[in-house]
């Protein structure tokens, strides 16, 4: 069974740091592209990082570039997402995504690229 497991997610102060991770099961996560997404409250989910699997190359909505940093370790079939620098605008629902040989060239892929998806982990970042 192909499955997705966020977690990671948490209670952060304004400034302070949180990593996500994306477990993948039945399936090796290395040929796959992988993106996080978040949805907050009353917003539209919104693309937050993707990498490449074949390469590493990645990609950054404006707003986190400098302070998230997605990363793969393959062997332990898992994605990350270090988050620093938090806001209390980066509070939402983060998911992880999986699809295979996106070939995605500037930017991030839209939802509709993905096969794969996490059920999510909540991040809140409040003093």
């Known amino acids: 069974q192909v499955q997705l497991v966020e977690s990671g997610g948490g209670l952060a102060q304004p400034g302070g740091s949180l990593r996500l991770s994306c477990a993948a099961s039945?399936?090796?996560?290395?040929?796959?592209?992988i993106g996080w997404f978040r949805r907050a409250p009353g917003k539209e989910r919104e693309g937050v990082a993707y990498?490449?699997?074949?390469?590493?190359?990645?990609y950054y909505r404006d707003s986190v570039k400098g302070r998230f940093t997605i990363s793969r370790d393959n062997t332990k079939n898992t994605v990350y997402l270090q988050m620093n620098s938090l806001k209390a605008e980066d509070t939402a629902n983060y998911y992880c995504?999986?699809?295979?040989?996106?070939?995605?060239?500037?930017?991030?892929?839209?939802?509709?690229?993905?096969?794969?998806w996490g059920q999510g982990t909540q991040v809140t970042v409040s003093s």
């Open positions: 039945g399936f090796t996560l290395d040929s796959y592209d």
């Open positions: 995504a999986a699809a295979k040989g996106l070939g995605v060239r500037g930017g991030l892929p839209p939802a509709s690229s993905y096969d794969y």
């Open positions: 990498i490449r699997s074949t390469n590493g190359v990645t």
